[in-house]
């Protein structure tokens, strides 16, 4: 298994771009999250996911949207971005959660200026 | 309010000691509770878990301890090794949600 996956690994936008960051996972997991993470800071929620077809908002939802169409992806959506959205945003999903052991994708990094 | 925190931003030790990294938490209805370990450059690693209905778990060379009176969680590690510095999380999960709240973290550096 390749476990979670996220693309792309670095990107550099401009304000107001937008852009899709991929999340996938083979494990059959039903629950998946999207968290970012700000330089020195805690992990916060901003979407997850307890199955295909159904979304939920996290701690820090705004200038965000998700889809889940399949169990496999995730993808997270920034329509308009703002220099506050600089950071490394995390994937991490959970078959049945959230007790138990959440797998992280390997982050994207991302830069808005 | 929901909020989890750390008291110590950065420990540093000696390789071999015992490390303990504490954690406090605010929520009377959280009832899991997950230590994670964060590798420079990379995403969180699940390392031990307790649930409320416990005061004490041991893994391998780690062992959590609860105290619910105080809500205090600890991370304790023993013989501490080079390759453990990294970044440690502690987090929470609300009975009834299905979310996981974030401490700001603790960053373990181990000298020789």
């Known amino acids: 298994n390749a476990g979670v996956t996220q693309t792309p690994k670095f990107r550099i936008l401009k304000i107001g771009q937008s852009m899709t960051l991929q999340c996938a996972q083979d494990m059959n997991h039903n629950y998946m999250y999207w968290y970012r993470q700000d330089p020195g800071m805690g992990l916060k929620l901003i979407y997850y996911?307890?199955?295909?077809?159904?979304?939920d908002k996290g701690e820090v939802p705004n200038g965000y949207n998700v889809s889940r169409s399949t169990t496999e992806d995730f993808p997270l959506r920034l329509e308009l971005a703002a220099p506050s959205q600089t950071s490394v945003y995390f994937c991490?999903?959970?078959?049945?959660?959230?007790?138990?052991?959440?797998?992280f994708g390997p982050g994207t990094r991302l830069l808005v200026l | 309010g929901e909020s989890v925190g750390l008291h110590l931003p950065t420990l540093s030790v000696q390789e071999g000691d015992n490390s303990i990294i504490n954690c406090a938490y605010s929520n009377s209805a959280s009832d899991y509770f997950i230590w994670y370990k964060q590798e420079s450059g990379k995403g969180p690693q699940f390392i031990i878990d307790?649930?409320?209905?416990?005061d004490k778990r041991q893994g391998q060379r780690v062992t959590v301890l609860l105290n619910k009176t105080v809500k205090h969680l600890s991370l304790q590690i023993a013989a501490t090794q080079p390759g453990d510095s990294a970044v440690y999380f502690c987090a929470e999960n609300i009975v009834g949600t299905d979310k996981l709240i974030f401490g700001t973290g603790t960053r373990l550096q181990v000298f020789p």
């Open positions: 991490a999903s959970i078959e049945k959660g959230p007790a138990g052991t959440q797998y």
């Open positions: 996911s307890v199955g295909a077809g159904i979304t």
């Open positions: 307790i649930r409320s209905n416990m």
